[in-house]
């Protein structure tokens, strides 16, 4: 009974590099989401998918793509990490956009 | 622009007395409301949610209230109990859909035995 499954669960990187965070979820959901965390701040939304085959901006888009792969899974890509990109990742499914999200455990990414 | 405010960083109850979570929102478009639970190291669970076109739903324990014309919502957790100590956001979308959430900034519910 998985869920939403997130990996890594904790990450290090320098400035520069890149990073593919992975998400998963076992619900056959069509809609996936990509938010931020920041201390302080609510939940931001990056990037979604309402349905297999697209993918739309959210909020804080900016130095970040992603990919849905199939209907099962949606990664998110750092191509050149920077400091202000340091936060907890969670990813979210939902039956369809109507629906509530179901969140992943997230992912805590620190960039030095 | 903070389109969703929770002003109360954090909030202390003794178990079995009400809890009650406030939550204002400033644009008039929104018209569905959801509220979240979050335990640390955890993802936020979906709690309970209200549409627009009512102004009360409850969930055992847990009520939603939304007041319109104030562009307020409140969630009241009663009796409380230590395992409600979490942290809760509220969101709101607007077109009838979720895939736009936009979070308030958390109030962290400390429920004392």
């Known amino acids: 009974n998985a869920g939403v499954t997130q990996t890594p669960k904790f990450q290090v990187l320098k400035t520069g590099q890149s990073m593919t965070l992975q998400c998963a979820q076992d619900m056959n959901h069509n809609s996936m989401y990509w938010y931020r965390q920041d201390p302080g701040m609510g939940l931001r939304l990056i990037y979604y998918s309402a349905s297999e085959g697209t993918t739309d901006k959210g909020e804080v888009p900016n130095g970040y793509n992603v990919s849905r792969l199939n209907k099962r899974e949606f990664s998110l890509r750092l191509e050149s990490a920077a400091p202000s990109q340091t936060s907890v990742y969670f990813c979210a499914s939902s039956e369809r956009g109507s629906q509530p999200q179901h969140f992943g455990d997230g992912t805590r990414l620190s960039i030095l | 622009d903070q389109q969703v405010k929770q002003n109360s960083p954090s909030l202390s109850v003794q178990e079995g007395r009400i809890s009650i979570l406030n939550c204002d929102y400033t644009?008039?478009?929104?018209?569905?409301f959801l509220w979240y639970k979050k335990y640390p190291a955890e993802g936020p669970t979906f709690l309970i949610s209200?549409?627009?076109?009512?102004d009360k739903n409850e969930d055992g324990r847990f009520t939603v209230f939304l007041n319109k014309s104030a562009k307020h919502l409140s969630l009241h957790i009663v009796p409380s109990q230590p395992g409600d100590s979490a942290v809760y956001f509220c969101?709101?979308?607007?077109?009838?859909?979720?895939?736009?959430?936009?979070f308030g900034t958390g109030t962290l519910l400390a429920v004392q035995p």
């Open positions: 644009n008039s478009m929104f018209d569905y």
């Open positions: 969101a709101a979308s607007y077109g009838g859909a979720t895939n736009k959430l936009i």
């Open positions: 209200i549409s627009s076109i009512k």
